[in-house]
């Protein structure tokens, strides 16, 4: 009897598998996205910064650098001063240590300024017309969007040159000017009309310039000084801490005496006490925080105590009285503690001890607490938070056709917040003027979108072996003598090579194939420069997900 032969199964009569629509059985689908890195959402200009190092790990620097300068024209410039909360903020410092991307931009930056790389010209010129009234960081952002995008712009500003708090605050050996006149240049050459030595001190000088133009973008910086009541009025020997570093940063240095006591806390605070030091004078800080309270980023204070320079920390002056031959300073030691009534901190003095009250003398002291924005040009037009004006998300003031940014705006005194500023608010005056949304492919949207920012547990961090953080090199402290000897140095090309390389990329696909070659399914197909799920053969085990390197996939559960 001839046996009947067993029935033979479908995939050996097709071939292929693709009868089989197994996605019936998940209950979640995984999903390739456009995530924002910890990073991103930290910068404050809202730098596309996994974009830009993936271009640079590909040594295509002048894509690194046209990515940066959409948001950032100051890159050799940011790279040498930026606070980098991005790297506070950095997925990579929970597996060994976070990238020095602030490093890697000084390194594109710089590699522009020795190309001659210039920034994109406008595609179309519009006919609106916008001032911009101060020549500083923001303003500065401000005329390069807004110029970028074709509307013509004027540029204000009251001193013979531009660069505001970047040229008359920031020394030289922190940044060097031929790289801020370089970084300058390239805006001014998209064609912004520069008008220096030109001030809006009056209201009605503001109120010209209202008349005059389509939009007007203040951004006057905090000039007006911050007093100590304990130092009194006409005490010799008491200079303003800006003041003093405009006169070093010209090179016209104050003689002061042997012994300098500068006051305050802050990076104005320690560029005035390393600028006295090069002057040649011995210097001691005086801040009421402990040194790590003190709101001057952590390399500033370790490079001022290697040159030198005394620090006296969690200290308050009481009292400063004239003696022959200077002055005596009677100080106390003192906490902060938060505070209850909404304050940032409280100051409480120590507990009475030998050593809670202490004197000493000084030739001279400057005072490096703080300045104000001098709001008078503006007074009754433009309305007023505290001593700032008071601006919306988008540096919108309450005054019709007016935005502000910068000092003038916030007590967010940091460059590139101010360069943050700028930004937003040449956006809003863009969107403003077309009386529309920005058009598609405009970057007043963030790159974030609508995905929450990409945790270290998201990445598979198997496929990135761990390596240190590239040495920042600096000049010894012997070779510091000079004003104008940049401290800190650049990266090599290797050495910056390799700090990109340490980039996880997060939340971004670098089209590496992994959810392709590991799905048990075949579910995942190449599509164009991307990929597709094919949702008929998913089981939804999440493979594809665990073993993403840039946690640019996740499982979206489905309801049906």
């Given at each position: 009897m001839t046996a009947t032969p067993a029935a033979v199964p479908p995939i050996w009569t097709t071939g292929s598998t693709e009868v089989f629509h197994t996605g019936t059985w998940r209950a979640a689908l995984p999903r390739h996205i456009q995530a924002p890195s910890p990073c991103h959402q930290a910068c404050p200009v809202n730098g596309d910064i996994a974009e830009w190092i993936a271009l640079a790990r590909q040594r295509d620097w002048r894509g690194a650098f046209d990515v940066l300068a959409r948001h950032n024209p100051f890159p050799a410039i940011a790279g040498r001063i930026c606070h980098h909360p991005c790297e506070a903020a950095c997925n990579r410092a929970g597996f060994d240590e976070s990238l020095a991307i602030c490093k890697l931009e000084r390194f594109v930056g710089d590699t522009a300024i020795t190309q001659g790389w210039s920034l994109e010209a406008p595609t179309e010129e519009r006919s609106g017309h916008v001032a911009v009234v101060g020549g500083?960081?923001?303003?500065?952002?401000?005329?390069?969007q807004l110029r970028?995008?074709?509307?013509?712009?004027?540029?204000?500003?009251?001193?013979?040159?531009?660069?505001?708090?970047?040229?008359?605050g920031i020394p030289p050996y922190r940044l060097a000017r031929s790289v801020l006149d370089a970084e300058i240049a390239r805006i001014v050459a998209l064609g912004v009309v520069v008008r220096c030595g030109e001030s809006v001190s009056t209201p009605e000088d503001f109120e010209r310039l209202r008349a005059t133009h389509d939009a007007v973008f203040v951004a006057v910086g905090a000039a007006r000084v911050k007093r100590l009541p304990a130092l009194g009025d006409g005490l010799p020997g008491v200079m303003d801490g800006a003041a003093y570093l405009e006169a070093c940063n010209a090179g016209h240095a104050p003689a002061l005496g042997r012994h300098v006591v500068v006051i305050g806390g802050g990076s104005a605070a320690i560029d005035a006490a390393r600028s006295a030091r090069r002057a040649g004078h011995e210097v001691t800080i005086l801040a009421l925080e402990s040194r790590a309270q003190m709101p001057a980023q952590r390399e500033e204070v370790q490079e001022a105590l290697?040159?030198?320079?005394?620090l006296l920390d969690g200290a308050m002056l009481t009292s400063a009285s004239a003696v022959s031959p200077g002055l005596r300073l009677d100080c106390q030691r003192v906490r902060f503690e938060p505070a209850a009534d909404g304050r940032p901190f409280s100051v409480v003095p120590l507990a009475e001890g030998p050593s809670t009250h202490f004197s000493f003398a000084a030739d001279a002291v400057l005072c490096s607490i703080g300045q104000d924005p001098d709001l008078t040009p503006f007074a009754g037009a433009l309305p007023e938070r505290g001593a700032l004006l008071a601006v919306d998300e988008r540096q919108a003031t309450g005054g019709a056709g007016v935005w502000a940014g910068g000092d003038v705006a916030s007590m967010a005194r940091y460059v590139t917040q101010a360069v943050g500023m700028g930004k937003q608010a040449a956006l809003d005056i863009h969107r403003r003027l077309l009386d529309a949304a920005a058009p598609a492919g405009d970057d007043a949207a963030s790159a974030a979108g609508p995905e929450a920012?990409?945790?270290?547990?998201?990445?598979?961090?198997?496929?990135?072996?761990?390596?240190?953080r590239v040495t920042e090199q600096v000049r010894l402290p012997s070779e510091r003598h000079s004003a104008a000897l940049e401290v800190q140095l650049g990266l090599d090309i290797e050495q910056a090579l390799a700090e990109a390389g340490r980039c996880f990329s997060c939340g971004t696909c670098i089209h590496c194939d992994n959810c392709v070659v590991y799905c048990p399914d075949l579910a995942v197909a190449r599509v164009d420069v991307g990929y597709e799920v094919l949702a008929d053969y998913c089981k939804g085990c999440g493979l594809c997900v665990r073993e993403c390197p840039t946690g640019s996939m996740k499982m979206v559960e489905e309801r049906r």
């Open positions: 500083g960081p923001a303003g500065l952002s401000a005329a390069f970028r995008r074709g509307w013509r712009v004027t540029l204000f500003e009251a001193r013979a040159e531009l660069g505001g708090l970047m040229r008359h290697e040159e030198g320079v005394s920012v990409v945790p270290l547990a998201a990445i598979a961090t198997w496929y990135h072996p761990k390596a240190p």
